[in-house]
């Protein structure tokens, strides 16, 4: 083994506060703890198409991919993932995955979000899973990745409603009767410190409350009906980034833990101890939700795990007169050691639960050159970053890269693309090209040594320097 260490100068903040950072990247599999899984992963929307076939009908996210954001793309055809799966999956072998974390779609399975089961739905995913299992990839499966149906947005708002928790612990009961006897991973929901303020901007604090309380809802159905059989684990996944001060001033400091309990602790909090932060609760005062004592003891301790999706690093910087945490923050790259940042949070503040690393990637702009250099530079100081956390006692389980393919990104569309595989949009048959990252972590994955320059950032202060 000849993994060079790295070297953190910490300060006694509870946010990490790095002087100088070392990088280095030469490892291997063996490195990582026998039964750490490594995977990669999409969601449903994203890479199925067949958006109006076999039963399925519209979902929020079909409605907002009309929007400009996506620059007019949609995910009508996608990857065609739902036709492609076989294909799909033996690239997963070639590539040597562990694992592959993909999502369910609600509206394919009960096309009107409650009522009638589609068999065809159903049918999909029955394949799709005994397709991974029959080739040895595990299947990690999410209930809701942004995407609940449109019509229960239409029939009394979506997560607005606290009826949605009714329909959605439904939803989650028929995906554990059909498909819990080989899915061994449950995410309820992906994201929801994102759901919430982009699809409810007026009333962000009461559609996260009704998330917590429909995630919370489903797992004690799971932990009650079928857990004990079916011998699972089940979790929420939330978006994160490892905050960091801009300057060494207390206010800064004091703006970072907020946005830090902001962002962070807006979910995690309740999981963890019953209820939002203080700090969130003093700011927002009667718009923040409170949580009935009944309430309280079904959201505290409902997880098995906790998902992190973590993309970059982001400099806070206090700001008194903004609503809420009263601070700006932007993201900046630091060279991939925000992956042992975010990590070391999760150990510090919230007693180290057991964690997987759901999304970390990198985006490159679309074209056919496969030579995506900058990606795999990425990806191996975010796992050295990863390592040094695990062997620093982080009690992180696993790490997905995002995404498996290119695939319809909200935020403009097929633009640019985070995948291991390039597809050709262009083409009739959406032809999977391999890029160089798909051959360096597939030779990783098999067991060869991952090396490449190590990265090193100066940090004073204000400055960041990469």
Partial sequence: MSFVIVLIILSTNLLLQPSTIVVSLEFTRDDFPSDFIFGSGTSAYQVEGAASEDGRTSSVFDTLSLGSRSGGFTGEVACDEYHKYKEDVQLMVDLGL???????????????????????????????????ISNGIQPHATLVHWDHPQALQDAYGGWTNQQIVRDFTTFADVCFKEFGDRVLYWTTVNEPNFIAPIFYKSSPYIAAHHLLLGHASVVNLY???????????????????????????????????????????????????????????????????????????????????????????????????????????????????????????????????????????????????????????????????????ARNGSNVRGYFQWSFLDLFEIDGGYTYGFGFYYVDFNNHDLERSPKRSAHWYSTFLKGQRSRHNGIIHQMDNSTFMS
């Fill in 98 to 132: 562990d694992a592959y974390r993909f999502s369910i779609s609600w509206s394919r399975v009960i096309p009107n979000g409650r009522g009638p089961i589609n068999q065809k739905g159903v049918e999909y995913y029955n394949n799709l899973i005994n397709e991974l």
């Fill in 223 to 389: 932990r009650e009906k079928y857990q004990a059989t079916q011998n699972g684990t089940i979790g929420l996944n939330v978006y994160t980034s490892w905050f960091i001060p801009e300057k060494s001033t207390q206010e800064d400091l004091d703006a970072t833990e907020r946005v830090a309990n902001f962002r962070i602790g807006w979910f995690v909090h309740p999981l963890i101890f019953g209820d939002y932060p203080d700090i969130m609760k003093q700011s927002l005062g009667r718009r923040l939700p409170s949580f009935t004592e009944y309430e309280t003891k079904l959201v505290n301790s409902s997880f098995d795990f906790i998902g992190v999706n973590c993309y970059t690093a982001s400099v806070v910087t206090d700001d008194p007169g903004k609503d809420g945490m009263a601070a700006n923050y932007i993201d900046k790259d630091v060279g991939g050691v925000f992956v042992q940042g975010v990590l070391e949070y999760f150990k510090r503040v919230y007693g180290n639960p057991p964690i997987y690393i759901h999304e970390n990637g990198f985006r490159t702009f679309r074209n056919a050159s496969l030579d995506d250099t900058s990606r795999i530079h990425y990806l191996n100081a975010s796992m050295g970053s990863l390592l040094a956390a």
